[in-house]
């Protein structure tokens, strides 16, 4: 089986650095991470060919690649999410908030600017952050100690709001032109998109981590999960 006939989620979970390569090209490795390489690129209109050349370059070493959390103890890549992007993402979204409700109060007139996203962003915080509640006190628990057996229930509850993040990511490109920035933009609207593009990076991640790594099985045993 050639690179482009595996999954986006199966190519980010077992090559370190593909995450980056789909970022530049714009493909959905989280919640649409069950489409293959070939069907993501062809749908996009890109080259799966030159896509696939630079995974392949990943392999060989060609370019620098990212920590492989593959290879960790669920309990490490728990801390590793839980420092990375939960506490991230409950920096990053209250100044946003506040930087997409100045733009709106002051470019409000504005063709091309995003009315609605404060109220958008605003959203999204109040569902993620009672998603990551449920993760940090019912199934990270569970799955630090051990027991990814018995936590099949949360992990299908799980995966579902992480489509309905997907869901509000698309919203959040749809309100910015794909968070681009207009012509003349002032500098709160620059650092606006700014972070808007770090906050759906990081997003991105984060589901993909957990949908295609800590919820499935075969990462290596936590030392002492049965003490």
Not at 89 to 118: F, K, N, S, Y
Not at 148 to 168: K, L, S, Y
Request: a negative charge.
């Amino acid at each position: 089986m050639t690179l482009q006939d595996q999954s986006l989620g199966q190519l980010a979970r077992r090559i370190p650095g593909a995450t980056r390569i789909f970022h530049d090209y714009s493909l959905d490795f989280c919640c649409g991470g069950k489409h293959t390489l070939r069907e993501a690129a062809q749908e996009k209109g890109l080259d799966a060919t030159a896509i696939e050349a630079r995974l392949l370059a990943l392999q060989g070493g060609a370019e620098p690649v990212e920590n492989d959390w593959n290879t960790v103890s669920p309990a490490a890549l728990i801390a590793h999410i839980q420092t990375r992007f939960h506490d991230r993402h409950r920096e990053q979204l209250p100044e946003l908030i506040r930087l997409a409700r100045r733009v709106e109060h002051v470019h409000g007139d504005r063709p091309d600017c995003p009315l609605g996203l404060a109220d958008h962003l605003a959203e999204m915080q109040s569902e993620l952050e009672a998603h990551m509640q449920k993760e940090e006190q019912v199934l990270f628990p569970m799955l630090a100690r051990g027991f990814h057996a018995a936590a099949g229930a949360p992990i299908t509850v799980m995966r579902m709001e992480h489509d309905d993040h997907g869901a509000a990511l698309q919203r959040l490109a749809d309100l910015t032109n794909d968070i681009t920035l207009p012509r003349a933009a002032c500098n709160t609207w620059r650092a606006l998109y700014l972070g808007l593009r770090t906050l759906r990076e990081h997003l991105m991640e984060h589901i993909h981590l957990e949908n295609n790594v800590l919820f499935e099985p075969g990462l290596p045993a936590t030392h002492g999960a049965n003490d």
